[in-house]
């Protein structure tokens, strides 16, 4: 947004809701932090205009989000990920938990819509889900082996419940 014309917290907000479908609109604890990280890293300024703060993007912004829209074109096939988006950008301490998470969380969406949880599929669209989730895993799980040159184990039971 800031490449076209100077933002605002709550322009941020409804542009993320919609691109979102409206199924997710930040709040200022979600939007302003990362509007300061920009300003700290030097990727965007701010200034007060009409009693405001209102962003624009600097050189360095404009770099980073050029790599950004290169990676996201070289590896997203399907959707924007907003969350990659902001990990790229706000480079949290955390982001190992919340890469984890998120996958947890994933697949937890999946088996929940597999056991009749969540949306109504038919079985056929279960067992389509079935066989790609699977497929994605085990190619998913080929690389990772592969950077440690040994396999995987399988979590103890005990463990599962952590």
């Known amino acids: 947004m800031m490449t076209t014309e100077p933002v605002y917290g709550n322009m941020v907000a409804t ?10 609109k930040p709040g200022p604890g979600a939007i302003y932090p990362a509007l300061h990280k920009l300003v700290k890293d030097k990727l965007a300024v701010a200034r007060k205009e009409e009693g405001r703060m209102v962003y624009t993007i600097t050189r360095k912004g404009r770099s980073l989000l050029e790599e950004i829209r290169t990676e996201a ?9 907003f969350g990659r988006i902001w990990l790229n950008v706000l480079k949290p301490e955390n982001a190992t938990d919340i890469l984890l998470r998120r996958l947890k969380m994933n697949l937890s969406t999946v088996e929940a819509v597999l056991e009749g949880k969540q949306f109504a599929l038919s079985e056929s669209e279960k067992e389509y889900l079935l066989n790609q989730a699977l497929g994605e895993l085990r190619r998913v799980t080929g690389k990772l082996e592969s950077r440690t040159g040994k396999q995987a184990k399988s979590p103890d039971v005990e463990n599962e419940t952590g």
């Open 15 to 24: 542009a993320l809701y919609e691109l979102s479908d409206h199924q997710w």
């Open 73 to 81: 074109e070289a590896t997203q096939r399907y959707a924007i990920d």
